[in-house]
C-alpha cells in the first residue's frame, strides 16, 4: 500500500493519536489530553553538549504516516529530556494493527533514527511488544539489541486469592513493623520525603537488570507530589522506612497501577511485600477498581511469584529495544 511520512497536524491529529496510544497502553487519553500536555513541553529545542561530547537538554521530533487520504495510520516520537542520560534518545512507534506489514513500522523507525542521527546522538531506545510474532526479528533487522523485557500481569477483583495470606499481619506487631499511607507520614512533624526517595534509590538498585535509580531525587517527588498520597503506603521500623508500594489510580481505565514496590534488603523474607501487595488489594476494592496491572523485569522472579500467588495472570508485556548510532 502507498504511505507518506509527514508532521504533525495539530490542533487536528490530536484525537487520532490518542487513538494510536489506547489500542496499545493501559492509559486512556483523549486528543485534549494530549493538547495539555503539549502546553507544558517547549516547542524549540535547547541541545548542549557535555563534557563527553554528548548531546544534553531537549529535542523532539513527531511524526504520522498517513494513506493516500491522509488518514493518520501510524506514528512516531523520539525526544531527549534533559534528565536523560547524554545522547541517549527515547521514542515510540505506533502503528494501526490493521496496517501491520506494509512497512509502515520500519520506514517510521528510520525516520527517528535519520534524525537522531541529525542530533549526533549516540542511541535510541523504544518498546515494543512482545506478543507480536515478528517483535524478534523486527529488532534484529533493523538493528536493534534487547536491553530489558517487561512482563505486564493482570489481577481481576473476582480473581483475588489474599484470603490465605491475611493472618500475615498480626505477625507485624512483633516485629514492630507498621503500615501506613504517606498521608499519614506528612503529617508528622518529623517527615522527611528525602528518607523516602532513599528507599526507592536503594531498592530500585536491587532490582535485577537494573543499575541506577529511574529518576533524580526532583522528578521522584514531582511524580508522588502529581499521587494521591492515601495511594503510596509505607512499611516502617519506628522511624525508619522499609518498604514502599507506590499506586496510581487510573480513573478512565478504572484500573490500579503499582508504579512501584520495593522493601529494604535487610527486611526482605518477612512478608512486607505480600503485606505491601494485600494492602494495595484492599486500595481496589476501597476505588472500585476492576482490576490491579503491573509490570516487573522478566529478571524478577521474586517478584513475579509473589504476583502469581495472589492469582495475577500475564498480559502482553514489551521488550525495551536499543540501537547504538554510528555518526556518520
Same mark, same amino acid.
Given at each position: 500500500m502507498k504511505f507518506a511520512i509527514r508532521p504533525l497536524k495539530l490542533p487536528m491529529d490530536y484525537s487520532r493519536i490518542a487513538e494510536l496510544f489506547n489500542s496499545i497502553y493501559f492509559d486512556v487519553n483523549t486528543g485534549d489530553d494530549l493538547e495539555n500536555a503539549d502546553k507544558h513541553i517547549p516547542l524549540e529545542d535547547n541541545l548542549r553538549t557535555d563534557e563527553y561530547g554528548n548531546i544534553t537538554g531537549f529535542c523532539r521530533i513527531r511524526v504520522v504516516a498517513v494513506n493516500e487520504n491522509d488518514n493518520v495510520i501510524g506514528f512516531a516520537q523520539a525526544w531527549l529530556a534533559p534528565w536523560f542520560k547524554g545522547g541517549k534518545l527515547s521514542s515510540h512507534v505506533i502503528v494501526d494493527s490493521r496496517f501491520y506489514s506494509h512497512g509502515i513500522g520500519k520506514a517510521l523507525y528510520l525516520h527517528l533514527e535519520n534524525w537522531a542521527r541529525s542530533k549526533n546522538a549516540s542511541s535510541i531506545q523504544t518498546e515494543l511488544k512482545d506478543h507480536l510474532p515478528y517483535a524478534l526479528p523486527f529488532v534484529k533487522e533493523l538493528g536493534f539489541a534487547v536491553r530489558k523485557h517487561n512482563r505486564y500481569s493482570s489481577l481481576t477483583m473476582e480473581h483475588v486469592r489474599d484470603e490465605p495470606f491475611k493472618h500475615i499481619f498480626p505477625t507485624f506487631k512483633g516485629q514492630g513493623i507498621q503500615f501506613h499511607t504517606l498521608k499519614d507520614e506528612r503529617e508528622k512533624a518529623d517527615f522527611d520525603m528525602g528518607k523516602l526517595y532513599e528507599l526507592y534509590k536503594t531498592t530500585y538498585t536491587d532490582i535485577p537488570g537494573e543499575e541506577a535509580p529511574q529518576y533524580t531525587y526532583e522528578e521522584w517527588k514531582k511524580k508522588v507530589e502529581q499521587t494521591?498520597?492515601?495511594?503510596?503506603?509505607?512499611?516502617?521500623?519506628?522511624?525508619?522506612?522499609?518498604?514502599?508500594?507506590?499506586?496510581? *489510580? &487510573?480513573? !478512565?481505565?478504572?484500573? +490500579?497501577?503499582?508504579?512501584?514496590?520495593? =522493601?529494604?534488603?535487610? *527486611? &526482605?523474607? !518477612?512478608?512486607?511485600? +505480600?503485606?505491601?501487595?494485600?494492602?494495595? =488489594?484492599?486500595?481496589?476494592?476501597?476505588?472500585?477498581?476492576?482490576? +490491579?496491572?503491573?509490570?516487573?523485569?522478566i529478571l524478577n522472579e521474586p517478584m513475579i511469584n509473589l504476583n502469581n500467588k495472589l492469582g495475577y495472570t500475564r498480559i502482553p508485556g514489551h521488550y525495551v529495544i536499543e540501537k547504538c548510532l554510528t555518526l556518520r
Open positions: 494521591d498520597p492515601e495511594l503510596i503506603i509505607v512499611a516502617c521500623d519506628q522511624d525508619r522506612y522499609v518498604g514502599i508500594s507506590h499506586l496510581q *489510580f &487510573r480513573q !478512565r481505565g478504572n484500573y +490500579l497501577w503499582h508504579e512501584y514496590t520495593g =522493601v529494604d534488603r535487610s *527486611f &526482605r523474607r !518477612r512478608n512486607i511485600a +505480600l503485606a505491601l501487595k494485600l494492602l494495595s =488489594v484492599e486500595k481496589a476494592r476501597q476505588l472500585g477498581a476492576e482490576r +490491579l496491572i503491573t509490570s516487573n523485569s
